[in-house]
Nanobody
Framework: QVHLVESGGGLVQAGGSLRLSCVASGRTISSDAMGWFRQAPGKEREFVAAITYYGSATDYADSVKGRFTISRDNAANTVYLHLNSLKPEDTAVYYC?????????????????WGQGTQVTVSS
């Protein structure tokens, strides 16, 4: 069993930055790809970013490419999402998730553990 806890969300002005953290407990996540997803009010959950088990490769949604960066610290059992150049359309609850696989995918169904989410609100 893996327990994921996100933090770092908040209210920020457009153009600002945030760093989200996801701390895992229960067992190591060093063998698993990790991902971030988000869900805005009235919209479906969407893929944001993912990283391989060792951090050697990453993948991003087109909407965040060049602005967001995913990273991980396996020694700390933690995954990060750096959000830069934030836009009002980035407003959502951001969820951290653990993949069933070592290589990341964009499909939510490939992730078997999820955090409770952290709210990111970007004002214009």
């Amino acid at each position: 069993q893996v327990h994921l806890v996100e933090s770092g969300g908040g209210l920020v002005q457009a153009g600002g930055s945030l760093r989200l953290s996801c701390v895992a407990s229960g067992r190591t996540i060093s063998s698993d790809a990790m991902g971030w997803f988000r869900q805005a009010p009235g919209k479906e959950r969407e893929f944001v970013a993912a990283i391989t088990y060792y951090g050697s490769a990453t993948d991003y949604a087109d909407s965040v490419k060049g602005r967001f960066t995913i990273s991980r610290d396996n020694a700390a059992n933690t995954v990060y999402l750096h959000l830069n150049s934030l836009k009002p359309e980035d407003t959502a609850v951001y969820y951290c998730a653990k993949s069933e696989y070592a290589i990341p995918t964009m499909k939510g169904n490939d992730y078997n553990y999820w955090g409770q989410g952290t709210q990111v609100t970007v004002s214009s």
